[in-house]
């Protein structure tokens, strides 16, 4: 598929509606989407017009219809689709978050012992996180790895946390590997 401009407004939009079709299964509804992303329920049916247009949102008839994100929709926002995702625990302010999973760990900036910083993707909303909070990131299902630290800021366009570690810890494995 060739790459697909969308606006911030669409982005935001397309990202509530694969969240909450993560989290249930089901059509979404427009007025759901719109009180995730703060719009107007009007201006959500006029953006799924154009999304329906490009192929990344399919619509559902009927009294139970609503929404649903078609595979060019993960594409286009460069989002996963795992039929089972491992779940990479998250805890925010010590308290486990059940209505997202960790996507992508990306350390940035490792060779700086002081300033180390990680960008976490989540698959699921990160509205409820606000810089200077704690979180917990972890154990990952391969390595074990977990990381402490503070919320340092938030990309909101590619659902980002931008994490300050405080620690990063990973069980040491047979030394012949």
């Not at 995730?36 to 559902?60: C, F």
């Not at 929709?73 to 486990?96: C, I, K, S, T, W």
Request: charged letters at 25%; proline letters at 6%.
């Amino acid at each position: 598929m060739s790459s697909i401009e969308l606006t911030t407004s669409q982005k935001d939009i397309l990202r509530e509606l694969i969240n909450l079709y993560g989290q249930s299964e089901r059509a979404i509804k427009g007025e759901d989407i719109a009180e995730g992303v703060n719009r107007n329920p009007g201006t959500i049916r006029n953006q799924m017009q154009s999304l329906k247009a490009l192929q990344l949102v399919e619509g559902v008839p009927g009294p139970k219809g609503g929404y649903k994100p078609t595979a060019n929709a993960y594409e286009a926002l460069g989002v996963q689709n795992l039929d089972e995702p491992a779940n990479v625990p998250l805890a925010h302010n010590g308290e486990d978050i059940d209505d997202a999973n960790v996507q992508e760990i990306d350390l940035t900036s490792v060779h700086h012992p002081d300033l180390c910083r990680a960008e976490i993707r989540l698959h699921g909303s990160i509205n409820r996180f606000h810089e200077g909070d704690a979180v917990s990131i972890g154990p990952t299902p391969r390595s074990g790895l977990l990381i402490e630290g503070t919320i340092d800021g938030k990309d909101e366009t590619d659902n980002v946390l931008i994490v300050s570690t405080t620690s990063m810890e990973a069980p040491v494995g047979d030394p012949s590997h």
